[in-house]
């Protein structure tokens, strides 16, 4: 297990995210970011809390539970369990940012895209990953990385995150046997 | 509890304590999509439901019918009329047929104990019990759990009774046995003449004055009377009955403020439950109604996926 | 012509000390030794197995005419064959009734052109089993009727009852009591009680038994008449059965297999093989049936044999009908449930199988295997352990709740009449 990522790197990665964000967006009018359970919604308020701090005014934040839309609950030996979604703003018209912590396949993102378009008609919906790791399934990319890390496809990457894990932010490469 | 693997839903005494709470949560979860201005989500995209109901049922099966669709699976209604059921013709042999066009779940609603349980025997679909006859339903006693939940954050310890004809209710037999496993305290109330022989053992207490449990309650279920009781000897009149076990607003004022209300419907009003106590603010009737579809989703989501 | 060789035999009075030869001529036994001889006789060795008096059960459905597709008197017989049966009596509550002597007259025709047991068909008490005109029971009295029975339910009506056992007295027959208070038992599916209320299901209460049973031992003590109670299955029952022997009235009682062997918990499985009338009861019910065939106030065991086809009880609970075959495995519930549990010897068991049910309806030349006697014999092991399955039942029917359970008592072989019917 290597450590790719130390607490700092995480801390600058979502600060840059954030500026980013910004400006791409020119601003906050009508952003909002949605974090996709379970640790893209610890990012996604980290992301938001860094944006207050740059504007001084807060976004909305929303929660995204994806497994109803996934595309492998046939295959997985049973089902995940189901945690409530919790966007209570509207999306039309607005500019959603994703945040999860790892893209890989790309099927969580597409998950998750057909999610936020049953929620409303986003103007546009953009994605904010703390780390790609490549491999990709589908045509989906992120905007903002916060760390491209090459990897083998049996390799594991593990994101730790304070608020989750109960230890220093992290991010580290495993392999997978 | 991080695993279901439960592929059928015959009765709540199979379930353990963590998996009504398991899909007391999951239902919490799928109230969300309800509440959305596109309620569909695809976990169910490609299974095909059936409701196969040999007694007739309209609510039941609606709530069922608009769980599964919000789910996207695909949805037949079958309903048998048993009268008309030809000799040579079991409810195996219909329930064959229905898997037969390779469906993935059956809804089941009968008039006789245990048909649930011999589909369930003898066939490959997750078998899902929307009630048999007096014994059990238990979609009704998890979304009567959920709502009490919701609106008290607990089941244990809680005072719940349960008023009415309780010998011919699967609605009073599901709750008593579910909410004493969450650890409430059940007293089922009637004339003696409608409560079943020997329900101590099966953790009730066992009142017939419905004064004394409107006193002590947190928590009151009502069931419908009917009318065929009185042609059938279990009492003399619906009236007598309206006057000494219904529940009126003035009734009401010897209880708790907080004192919930429920009653799984149809409701004769006036008899039961006056008018007032069914539209009052104490009562959950409609919430019930709501948090039906979410529990059936959750129920259907679990069991369609259990392997 | 027939000679049994090393058998012990075991009659109700004890069984003998070595292995004996029992020599059978017309039909009869005519000589029972050791190391008897006889030239040109078919003999039959058995080896030092148990040979008792054939069984008599004294309540069995065969279902003909009418039924044909649930039991023939032909598969009937069969089925009693295989398990040690030699006497049967058949209840009337046929497509038509068995009310009249053309009926009575076909049931004994059709027994003896199958020969392998002996046919009795039981007269109905009412016509039509209405339960309302008497039948002509002089008549089916002299053409082969031993008893009558409106069974499959109660003679309702008091004042019928009445009537029906001062009549019955004096024709010599004797009557069987199916007790069951049908305002009682209503749609009751299973025995009303803890698992009644735990299962939803509709209960026939112990009482829709007893009051009949009641009644009827106050109309035969009033009247001085016999009666005999069907398939008794309550404790309360036995407690009322037995106080009226102490009383001195002429009553006797049968018992059936599964109620000595089933309780109503069974009814958890929601198997249709386990509905039957009466239902099965409580433990305490089981126990006490238990403790009146050892006591004596149940008098014998009989089967209440009652096929129904596979279509039927693939019915759901409610609407499958009652009954369940019983014929085939009597013998070895006895020995499982009753003789290894230390409740009955064997000879009591043979008893309670054969000499007893003899003398409730006075056939003095069988239940006991002595010279002179009707040569109906059943060989059996009684410690042999076998399975219990569908296909291997002799009836047409196969509706057993005992199907996949180890027993143990295999009947081997049975002669009825002097000729071997069964091996």
Redesign the interface.
């Known amino acids: 297990m290597t450590k790719i990522m130390d607490s700092d790197l995480v801390r600058r990665a979502i600060i840059r995210i954030a500026h980013e964000i910004l400006e791409k967006n020119k601003g906050i009018a009508q952003l909002c970011i949605i974090g996709i359970r379970t640790r893209g919604v610890i990012l996604a308020a980290r992301i938001a809390k860094a944006i207050k701090e740059i504007e001084g005014q807060a976004v909305p934040v929303g929660i995204l539970?994806i497994?109803?839309?996934r595309d492998d609950?046939?295959l997985?030996?049973?089902?995940p369990?189901?945690?409530?979604?919790?966007i209570d703003f509207d999306l039309n018209e607005q500019k959603v940012v994703l945040v999860d912590d790892v893209l890989f396949t790309g099927r969580t993102i597409r998950a998750a895209l057909?999610?936020i378009m049953?929620?409303?008609r986003p103007s546009s919906i953009q994605l904010a990953a703390l780390v790609d790791r490549g491999h990709r399934e589908l045509p989906i990319r992120a905007d903002y990385v916060g760390k491209n890390i090459p990897t083998a496809l049996k390799q594991n990457v593990k994101v730790v995150l304070s608020e989750s894990d109960n230890e220093e932010d992290a991010v580290y490469l495993e392999e997978n046997k | 509890m991080s695993e279901w693997t439960k592929r059928h839903l015959l009765d709540v005494e199979e379930l353990s304590k963590e998996e009504i709470e398991m899909v007391l949560d999951t239902a919490r979860s799928f109230k969300e999509v309800s509440s959305r201005d596109v309620k569909k989500v695809p976990a169910l995209r490609g299974k095909t439901v059936v409701m196969l109901f040999f007694e007739p049922s309209t609510r039941t099966r609606t709530s069922f019918e608009l769980a599964a669709k919000r789910l996207s699976a695909d949805t037949i209604n079958i309903a048998v009329n048993t009268s008309s059921l030809s000799k040579g013709e079991t409810i195996l042999d219909t329930a064959r047929n229905v898997e037969a066009m390779n469906v993935d779940a059956i809804v089941v609603r009968h008039a006789t104990p245990g048909v649930p349980q011999i589909f369930a025997h003898n066939l490959k679909s997750s078998i899902i019990n929307a009630g048999d006859g007096c014994r059990s339903h238990p979609t009704q006693a998890l979304l009567d759990m959920f709502t009490i939940k919701e609106k008290l954050g607990r089941l244990e310890g809680l005072k719940v009774g349960i008023v009415g004809d309780i010998l011919h209710s699967r609605v009073a037999r599901s709750n008593l046995m579910g909410l004493t496993k969450m650890g409430a305290e059940v007293t089922v109330c009637g004339p003696s003449t409608l409560i079943p022989v020997e329900i101590e053992k099966l953790g009730a207490k066992v009142s017939y004055d419905v004064d004394k449990v409107i006193k002590q309650s947190d928590v009151m279920i009502l069931l419908r009377i009917q009318k065929e009781r009185q042609k059938d000897h279990f009492l003399p009149s619906i009236r007598e009955y309206a006057i000494e076990f219904g529940v009126t607003t003035e009734r009401l004022k010897q209880g708790k403020k907080e004192l919930l209300i429920m009653h799984p419907g149809p409701m004769n009003r006036g008899v039961e439950i006056s008018s007032d106590v069914a539209d009052g603010e104490q009562s959950l009737i409609l919430e019930q109604v709501t948090n039906g579809v979410a529990v059936r989703m959750a129920v259907l989501y679990l069991v369609l996926g259990a392997k | 012509m027939l000679l049994i060789k090393n058998a012990k035999i075991v009659n109700a009075d004890g069984v003998s000390d070595k292995l004996q030869d029992i020599l059978i001529e017309d039909g009869k036994i005519v000589k029972i030794g050791v190391n008897l001889k006889a030239d040109g006789y078919q003999s039959i060795d058995v080896a030092g197995k148990y040979a008792s008096p054939g069984f008599i059960d004294l309540h069995a459905h065969f279902r003909q005419p009418g039924h044909e597709y649930k039991e023939t008197i032909e598969t009937g017989s069969k089925a009693a064959a295989k398990g040690g049966y030699t006497t049967v009596f058949c209840m009337p509550n046929t497509k038509p009734p068995i009310d009249n002597i053309a009926l009575v007259d076909f049931v004994i025709r059709e027994g003896k052109r199958v020969g392998l047991v002996n046919v009795y068909p039981i007269g109905a008490v009412t016509k039509g089993q209405q339960d309302e005109e008497l039948t002509d029971m002089f008549e089916m009295h002299k053409t082969g009727c031993l008893m009558l029975s409106d069974d499959g339910k109660s003679v309702n009506n008091s004042q019928v009852m009445r009537m029906a056992l001062q009549y019955s007295q004096m024709v010599g027959v004797l009557i069987s009591e199916h007790c069951e208070d049908q305002l009682l038992s209503k749609s009751g599916v299973m025995n009303e009680g803890y698992f009644s209320t735990l299962l939803g299901m509709k209960g026939d209460p112990v009482v829709s038994e007893t009051t009949i049973i009641s009644r009827d031992i106050e109309l035969a003590y009033y009247l001085g008449c016999r009666i005999h109670f069907a398939h008794v299955s309550t404790k309360r029952s036995v407690e009322l059965i037995r106080r009226a022997k102490v009383d001195g009235v002429k009553v006797s009682a049968e018992a059936c297999p599964h109620h000595f062997s089933l309780s109503d918990k069974e009814i958890k499985s929601f198997n249709t093989h386990f509905k039957v009338k009466p239902p099965l009861r409580s433990e305490v019910d089981v126990e006490a049936v238990k403790t009146g065939l050892k006591d004596g106030t149940i008098d014998c065991i009989a089967t209440d044999h009652a096929p129904h086809s596979q279509e039927e009880k693939e019915l759901d609970f409610d609407q499958a009908p009652s009954g369940m075959v019983g014929l085939e495995t009597a013998f070895a519930l006895g020995v499982t449930e009753l003789v290894s549990k230390g409740v009955l010897t064997l000879t009591q068991l043979i008893d309670k199988m054969s000499a007893s049910p003899a003398r409730i309806v006075g056939l003095d030349k069988k239940g006991k295997i002595a010279e002179g006697m009707d040569a109906d014999i059943t060989i059996f092991d009684a410690d042999k352990e076998w399975e219990v399955i569908a296909k291997d039942f002799a009836s047409k029917s196969k509706n057993s709740p005992f199907i996949g359970k180890k027993l143990k008592g295999l009947v081997i072989a049975t002669i009825c009449n002097g000729k071997q019917t069964y091996a």
């Open positions: 539970d497994n109803l839309y609950l046939t997985v030996g049973s089902q369990i189901i945690r409530e979604t919790l057909d999610a049953d929620f409303g």
